[in-house]
């Protein structure tokens, strides 16, 4: 996947996670948990939502690396498998 | 019946390295035969005339003396750099809110509610509004417009402190339906709160005000606190607590905490809830330990290094997070340098021992299990340090605590004897409510406005928790679940009627029925089954709409997780939602055998 496609996946998560999020209220390089009305364990049912959607393990400990929405696009940018289609 | 075995570290054998203090109450019986409140009580500093006053007992009196340079409390930022509050300097800010108050006009015994993040100001608000005479009552600052409304207008707030984002997002839209509140403190940016209107700056009047103050001579029985729990059905209930209740606060932070002159303290509860207050606040500060705050959320590596940076000695914390450590793996707990740390304790919901035993590899301790509620103010049953921990089990009554097991009916009410007296179980292992003789210093004295709704609480001379336990032949007791359909998620109990009461409000829904569901992390998640309105039809669109509405109204805390539509919710012939039966088809267990759910099967 792409930078604009895994945003569309963060993006997808957290609004089935939590439907009251605006997406276009999003400071992309603000900490989610700080702008939006989520607590930690909706941000991990964000997490485990994207790696259903993109096959990309993310270990718990690398939550803190995915805390704002740029951030979190990097990260699954960098971790997707070399030439990985979209069909996780 | 003797069934004590001292723990390896116990009060003769060094426990981990250098850390070899001996423990406060090195033997349980011995303390239990011995204790006696009045003698808590004069542990205390004290007012003179017999008055007495939290504030005083957690900051004016080491300020007065050689710790008045020690570090009362560390706030670790949420994006770096550290706030050292010194006992003498925390006497100072606390006097300057006690000044501000008084200032507004604000009389003794009048609500101060609070509703932030782990901030400095909460605590120093918290401690100045006591100083005062007036009452503290927190807000969890993850609660939406809905809970906060319903406490600030049961507790009749006259002050609110919060910050222009809080105030914004879910305060400004309430502010004409509190008549009565009639100052909102913001902590934050200047320009930003310049811009606001009807709210004073926090910082600003703190400024102007003066930083001596004279302790309020309030009287032991006096109102200190407010702590909003819930029921079953119902309005939230504001458990009120007196300034008495330090006595509690002070002794079981020394027996069960096990704190010692020096100590680095941990309590990773939020301040919006009951620990949070008693043991992120008051307890600490009582003995004149140092108490470490962060600001942020949980994080595991973030977590692991406070401990190791801070050199945090005692660690009183939640099974929702050792959960989350768990599943890190033990590998990265021992990445760390823990040589500090020599007490954990966890309290919030029961602790699975696999948690326990767990605690033992990644830490080299047992984790010790408490109980308490809010409407016990303070600890009540608890692994001591002293004793073998029992993976699993709550523990053993607090010195000064009469603990016991009642058998109940079938409509789930304690069997009253003829002479008005409760039958208590009195063999080993067998189930019914756990009830405790009152008396104690920190329990509640009411909710307010509503003595009816208190008094419900008192059977045969006996206080009734509502929840469901056994006691085993050796005494410790063993949580078994709660005796109504309050859900515990991550630690806070949720009212089933809030959640369904939010949800009925959508149009689209014609019944509602919210049951816990069990969930690995959290102990159970807020689940929703609702029907709908005639010409409306189940599917994604709808259900996330509703989750939407639930959450912007009941914030991300009290909300459900899940909504499943069903095509009827089960009610009985009184019009109750049988929340009992929906737990028992989520379960997958057979809807004639929800007997396996009741209390006295």
Known sequence: ?88 | MRALRLMPYGSDVPSTGETAVAPNMPDYEEARSRFSWAAARAELAGLPDGALNIACEAVDRHADGPLANTTALRFLGRHGGTRDITYAELRHETARFANVLEQLGVRRTERVFVLSGRIPELYIAALGTLKCGCVFSPLFSAFGPEPIEQRLALGDARVLVTTPVLYKRKVAQLRERLANLAHVLLVGDEAEIAEISGVHDFKRLMGAAGDTYEVAATAPEDMALVHFTSGTTGAPKGAVHVHEAVVAHRATGRIVLDLHPGDVFWCTADPGWVTGTSYGIIAPLTLGVSSVIDEADFDADRWYRILQEQRVSVWYTAPTALRMLMRIGVEVAHEYDLSALRFIASVGEPLNPEVVLWGEEAFGMPIHDNWWQTETGGIMIANYRSMDVRPGSMGRPLPGIEAAVARRDAEGRPILAGDGSLELVTSPDEQGELVLRPGWPSMFRGYLGEQRRYERCFAGGWYLTGDLVRRDADGYFWFVGRGDDVIKSAGHLIGPFEVESALLAHPAVAEAGVIGKPDPVAGEIVKAFVSLAPGRDPGEELRKELLGFARKRLGAAVAPREIDFVSSVPHNRSGKVMRRLLKARELGLPEGDISTLEPDA
């Open chain 1, 1 to 88: 996947m792409n930078e604009q496609e895994l945003h569309d996946v963060v993006i997808r998560a957290l609004t089935e996670v939590a439907p009251d999020v605006d997406p276009a209220a999003i400071d992309p390089q603000t900490d989610l948990t700080d702008q939006l009305d989520i607590d930690s364990i909706d941000f991990l049912n964000v997490l485990v939502n994207v790696h259903e959607q993109t096959g990309v393990e993310i270990p718990e400990r690398d939550y803190p690396k995915l805390a704002t929405l740029d951030d979190a696009v990097a990260y699954l940018l960098a971790a997707q498998p070399r030439g990985a289609g979209t069909d996780a």
